[in-house]
T-cell receptor
Framework: RKEVEQDPGPFNVPEGATVAFNCTYS??????FFWYRQDCRKEPKLLMS???SGNEDGRFTAQLNRASQYISLLIRDSKLSDSATYLC??????????????FGQGTILTVHP | GAVVSQHPSWVICKSGTSVKIECRSL??????MFWYRQFPKQSLMLMAT?????????EQGVEKDKFLINHASLTLSTLTVTSAHPEDSSFYIC???????????FGSGTQLSVL
């Protein structure tokens, strides 16, 4: 079983739609989680961190449920520029090993006019 | 903000040759460098972790003699793919962190095509 699993999609939605991505993780010791977005053949870019209390950044809302080992990302009012691959990411190590990330396989989102 | 410069952006080489990829941290000390590989339509897979001045720690299934990692300074890490074969064709990307900070910076990636 993969450490971080995502529905690969693809998700094809019209502009203005609300879309939700889900992710599950198997390592209960994982300390922190993130959503990254990656455009084709580019480096992944941090979208937001994910907290148990839930966090919102503009049109994006992320949620972590440690009991269910489940992470979500909600995008409201989708824009064409939101088209990308969204990566669910866990960070299993702390201290001096910060940054050893485990990536999900990514969920492809295409927003069309 | 901090920047990691990765070079080259893409490289095409013949089978059997070696290819070196460089990652430089431009305005911070990269105490730890991570090297990832990404095949088409797949996720980024960690290949190895290197701490400045130490030998790299390789993930299971990654051949250390084939993928040579050098992290001799706080601003430079290199990945050398030795005797490259077509199955090594992939997107290689580095990320760097600095001890004591919870910041992580990615290079822009290198697309390697082995003919």
């Amino acid at each position: 079983r993969k450490e971080v699993e995502q529905d690969p999609g693809p998700f094809n939605v019209p502009e203005g739609a609300t879309v939700a991505f889900n992710c599950t993780y198997s390592n209960s010791a994982s300390q922190s989680f993130f959503w990254y977005r990656q455009d084709c053949r580019k480096e992944p870019k941090l979208l937001m961190s994910v907290y148990s209390s839930g966090n919102e950044d503009g049109r994006f809302t992320a949620q972590l449920n440690r009991a269910s080992q489940y992470i979500s990302l909600l995008i409201r009012d989708s824009k064409l520029s939101d088209s990308a691959t969204y990566l669910c990411v866990g960070n299993n190590a702390g201290g001096t090993s910060y940054g050893k990330l485990t990536f999900g396989q990514g969920t492809i989102l295409t927003v069309h006019p | 903000g901090a920047v990691v410069s990765q070079h080259p952006s893409w490289v095409i080489c013949k089978s059997g040759t070696s290819v070196k990829i460089e990652c430089r941290s431009l305005d911070f000390q990269a105490t730890t460098m991570f090297w990832y590989r990404q095949f088409p339509k797949q996720s980024l897979m960690l290949m190895a972790t290197s701490n400045e001045g130490s030998k790299a720690t390789y993930e299971q299934g990654v051949e250390k003699d084939k993928f040579l990692i050098n992290h001799a300074s706080l601003t430079l890490s290199t990945l050398t793919v030795t005797s490259a074969h077509p199955e090594d064709s992939s997107f290689y990307i580095c990320s760097a962190s600095s001890r004591g900070t919870e910041k992580l910076f990615f290079g822009s990636g290198t697309q390697l095509s082995v003919l």
